[in-house]
């Protein structure tokens, strides 16, 4: 099928429009292993997004039903995108699979409904350290489904990471059983899932439509749960929603670059950083000021990232 697409504007336009749909084959660039550099820097930019995201998430999801929650951060994450769908024109964003599009919006769905139900229930230690088995599972599916080399140093740089998230939530972990950490565990899975799916997607279509069909997607398969247990929010919780809708769109756009760009397993290394975001924000935000074991964690992972980022640079060059 031919792909429908707006005309080209000049260079200035299209740096001051982020959002627009640019060519697909942008990612498939310098060579095999793509251009990690540029994959890791939007990468680290998704970070700080997801973890406001998260922290505003986790809030909602607590004095909303799970699934009115996950419906209206779908629904408000579409409708911030409107603006630039409406300037770029219906035909722009007009998938070239649309197959591909509707499963990974059905497999992302089915893990945010298992992530949506636990968040509530789970402690913010148990959360973070769960979360970060994500990309563990992602670089083990890259081998497996998308055919990446194995590159050692990327494990490595991934388990010490992971070794670093351990340090520093350690403390919390302990005590009895909760179900709902399993529950929110095989989430990860799901998720790992999903971008694989999206890593397949970034060869045809942009990192825009993509983001886009994620909202509309996620949005549909849930409104029947939503409906089914409705409340309605306060207004500042629909201005809430409206936050979480651009923090989503903005960071899923970050990632999904980022995915374009590179091996999904090169970038995933970076996504341990987001523990240090997350202690940067209970600072500036709770004034919880971070122990011995988030320093030491911190700087463990912090280490892992720059060592691996500096590696993948070199070897570019």
Not at 49 to 70: M, S
Not at 160 to 167: E, K, P, T
Not at 207 to 233: N, R, Y
């Amino acid at each position: 099928m031919t792909a429908l697409r707006p005309h080209p504007r000049p260079a200035a336009a299209e740096a001051a429009d982020p959002i627009r749909p640019r060519a697909a084959t942008e990612g498939r660039n310098g060579g095999a292993g793509g251009n990690v550099p540029r994959a890791m820097l939007w990468m680290l930019a998704s970070g700080p997004l997801f973890t406001c995201l998260n922290a505003l998430l986790r809030t909602l999801a607590q004095q909303l039903d799970p699934f009115v929650a996950q419906f209206l951060r779908y629904g408000a994450g579409l409708l911030v995108m409107l603006p630039f769908i409406w300037r770029a024109g219906l035909a722009a964003y007009r998938p070239k699979g649309l197959g591909g599009q509707l499963w990974r919006g059905a497999v992302h769905t089915g893990g945010l409904m298992l992530w949506f139900v636990a968040v509530p229930h789970v402690p913010l230690a148990e959360m973070v350290a769960l979360g970060f088995t994500t990309p563990l599972f992602i670089m083990l599916g890259a081998i497996l489904f998308l055919r990446e080399r194995l590159v050692l140093a990327r494990w490595v740089a991934a388990l010490v990471g992971f070794a670093g998230v351990l340090v520093v939530v350690s403390p919390g972990l302990g005590g009895g059983g909760n179900p709902y950490a399993l529950v929110m565990l095989a989430s990860s899975p799901l998720f790992a899932a999903s971008f694989f799916i999206t890593k397949a997607l970034t060869k045809r279509d942009t990192p825009a439509v993509i983001v886009a069909w994620q909202a509309i997607g996620v949005t549909a398969f849930t409104m029947p749960l939503a409906l089914w247990s409705w409340t309605w929010p306060t207004p500042l919780q629909w201005a809430l929603f409206l936050l979480a809708g651009a923090l989503g769109s903005a960071g899923h756009f970050c990632l999904t670059r980022g995915y374009a760009l590179a091996d999904i397993s090169a970038t995933q290394p970076v996504k341990f950083l987001e523990l240090i975001w997350a202690s940067a924000m209970g600072f500036a935000v709770w004034g919880d000021i971070p122990g011995r074991t988030t320093l030491l964690g911190g700087a463990v992972i912090f280490a892992a990232t720059t060592w691996i980022a500096r590696r993948e640079a070199r070897a570019r060059r």
